[in-house]
């Protein structure tokens, strides 16, 4: 465990020394400014809209709840990537460098290792995605006045969302160089999205079999279920009229995962893990 919390703290360091953390900010106020500047226009408009001045649909909730539920994309594509770029070269990438073999001097060592990038990069995604989906949040709810609810849990399913990501971007750099594995695992979050819009396009043309490819694919990919999950807290407490154009427009993939997605995600993780660390043991560096 104690390399494990090494290996972590090395995680952050290396953020520091590479000025992620300095430049991830930057870009994030810059795109938090304009999704202020989005909201205001939005909620400015959105009275006036052809459809809602009849009193069908509220015009407050569905501006606030679209405004966040894209918020809710961005914050997983960010995070996503963010653990893709610290993790995409912990194994293969770094061995090729030779940064690996100074680390790893014993085989007790590599679990350690693959523990520690682990926890250090879920840490930091994991807490950033949640950060910028509260930023948000308050943004649409000042400028509104259309706060969530409930108002956590689409945040927490961002997070476990992130954190699949990484494990997956770990395994992928036992088995893959760098590059490669970035971009597998870019192909794997588009698959990811794919999965989602199948089955929200299988829900409106009436086609069982095009819904259960797409369901699979989320649940073989589960960051797409739990995304899903979060859209579907985020549109709850929406009634009538307005709950049905929420969760057909560009929110996209809103399904409710039941109460056995976050087990699986975290047995998914879990195996994930295993499966690493077992071809990592066997490697030779």
């Known amino acids: 465990m104690s390399t494990a919390l090494v290996i972590a703290r090395h995680t952050f360091t290396e953020c520091l020394r590479r000025r992620i953390l300095l430049i991830v900010p930057l870009v994030t106020a810059a795109f938090l400014a304009l999704y202020a500047l989005g909201a205001h226009y939005a909620f400015q408009s959105a009275e006036g809209t052809v459809g809602l001045r009849a009193g069908l649909v509220d015009a407050v909730a569905l501006a606030g709840s679209t405004l966040v539920g894209l918020s809710m994309f961005v914050t997983l594509f960010l995070g996503a990537s963010l653990g893709i770029f610290l993790t995409f070269s912990s194994v293969r990438g770094d061995a090729e460098q030779g ?6 001097v014993r085989p ?3 679990s350690g290792l693959l523990a520690g990038r682990f926890l250090g990069a879920s ?3 994991g807490s950033y995605a949640l950060l910028l989906y509260l930023a948000c949040v308050v943004i649409t709810g000042v400028i509104g006045g259309w706060w969530p609810t409930p108002f956590l849990p689409p945040g927490l399913a961002l997070v476990a969302a992130v954190i699949v990501m990484i494990a997956l971007s770990l395994l992928g750099s036992v088995f893959l160089p760098a590059l490669p594995n970035g971009i597998v695992m870019f192909m794997v979050f588009g698959a990811g999205l794919l999965g989602g819009l199948l089955a929200q396009l299988g829900d409106v043309i009436g086609s ?8 699979v694919t989320s649940w073989v990919l589960p960051f797409e279920a739990l995304y899903q999950d979060g859209l579907n807290s985020l549109t709850s407490s929406a009634t009538g009229l307005t709950r049905v154009v929420v969760r057909l427009g560009p929110l996209g993939g809103a399904q409710e995962g039941g109460a056995w997605l976050l087990p699986w995600a975290a047995l998914y993780v879990a195996i994930t893990g295993a499966v690493a660390l077992a071809a ?6």
């Open 280 to 285: 990592f043991s066997r490697k030779d560096l």
């Open 123 to 125: 840490a930091l995604c």
């Open 108 to 110: 007790v060592a590599r």
């Open 208 to 215: 069982p079999s095009l819904r259960t490819t797409g369901r």
């Open 99 to 104: 940064l690996l073999q100074q680390l790893v």
